[in-house]
C-alpha cells in the first residue's frame, strides 16, 4: 500500500527563516504534487513535480524531487506570514493512474 | 476558464434527508474527484470518475451515490446521512492521459452539516 509521509506535521517558524518540509513515500512514482490549503478553504496548487530530479520555485517556495530517495523537498526562503497555511504533497501511484494520494498536511504558522 | 465550482458552499441536512452537490468544469478534463475532508486532515479519496465512467470507489457507504451526467458534471447524491458525514466535501478535475499528468485543480468545497 501506497504512504505518503510528512515532516514535520507542524511547524511554527519566524518571519524571515528558512526551513525545509519532507514528504516522502513508499512506493515508485515519478509524479509529485505540492497543495496549500488556507484554513476553511480549498487546495490549491503550487507545484509540479514530474521527473527526477525536477526543481521548481515560486517566490519563497522552492520544491525539489529525487525520485530515487523518493523523496520531495518543499524550501521556505525568508519566511512572510503570508506564507502560514496547510502544505500537502501527493503522489500518483504507478499502479493506478486516477488514484492521488495525499500526505497528512504540515502545518505552518510564521510569526513574527 | 481554469475554474471548478461547486453548489452549495453550504449545506446543513437531517439524517433523513436526500440532497444532491453538484461540481462543474468547463477546462475538458477528463477525471473528476470527489473527495471528503475533515477538519485537520489531508482529503480523503472517494470517487473518481474517469471519461465519465466510474473508474475508483473508495469502499465508500451506499448512502453517498455519486453521478457522471456529462463530462463537466458531477454529482453526489447524499441520503440517510450520519452527523459523522459532516465534512467539507470537494470536487476536482484533472486532465492528463496517454502518459502526461497534471495537478488537480480543486473546486470551493461543499461545507456538509448533518444533524
Known amino acids: 500500500e501506497l504512504k505518503v509521509e510528512q515532516n514535520p506535521l507542524f511547524l511554527s517558524m519566524q518571519e524571515g527563516k528558512n526551513y525545509t518540509i519532507y514528504c516522502n513515500y513508499s512506493?515508485?512514482?515519478?509524479?509529485l504534487y505540492w497543495y496549500r490549503q488556507d484554513p476553511g478553504k480549498s487546495l490549491e496548487s503550487l507545484f509540479v513535480?514530474?521527473?527526477?530530479?525536477a526543481v521548481k520555485q515560486e517566490g519563497r517556495l522552492m520544491a525539489s524531487l529525487d525520485t530515487k530517495a523518493r523523496l520531495s523537498t518543499l524550501h521556505i526562503t525568508a519566511a512572510v506570514h503570508d506564507l502560514s497555511a496547510t502544505y500537502f504533497c501527493?503522489?500518483?501511484?504507478?499502479?493506478?493512474?486516477?488514484?492521488?494520494?495525499f500526505g497528512p498536511g504540515t502545518s505552518l504558522s510564521v510569526i513574527p | 476558464d481554469t475554474e471548478v465550482t461547486q453548489t452549495p458552499k453550504h449545506l446543513v441536512m437531517g439524517m433523513t434527508n436526500k440532497k444532491s452537490l453538484k461540481c462543474e468544469q468547463h477546462?475538458?478534463?477528463?477525471?473528476m474527484y470527489w473527495y471528503k475532508q475533515k477538519a485537520k486532515k489531508p482529503p480523503e479519496l472517494m470517487f473518481v470518475?474517469?471519461?465519465?465512467?466510474?473508474?475508483i470507489n473508495e469502499s465508500v457507504p451506499s448512502r453517498f451515490s455519486p453521478e457522471c451526467p456529462n463530462s463537466s458534471l458531477l454529482n453526489l447524491h447524499l441520503h440517510a446521512l450520519q452527523p459523522e458525514d459532516s465534512a467539507l466535501y470537494l470536487c476536482?478535475?484533472?486532465?492528463?492521459?496517454?502518459?502526461?499528468?497534471?495537478?488537480?485543480?480543486f473546486g470551493p468545497g461543499t461545507r456538509l452539516t448533518v444533524l
Open positions: 477546462m475538458g478534463h477528463r477525471a
Open positions: 513535480l514530474l521527473s527526477n530530479g
Open positions: 501527493a503522489v500518483d501511484p504507478e499502479t493506478s493512474y486516477d488514484k492521488v494520494i
Open positions: 470518475y474517469s471519461y465519465e465512467k466510474l473508474s
Open positions: 476536482a478535475s484533472r486532465s492528463g492521459g496517454g502518459g502526461i499528468y497534471n495537478e488537480q485543480f
Open positions: 512506493t515508485t512514482s515519478d509524479r
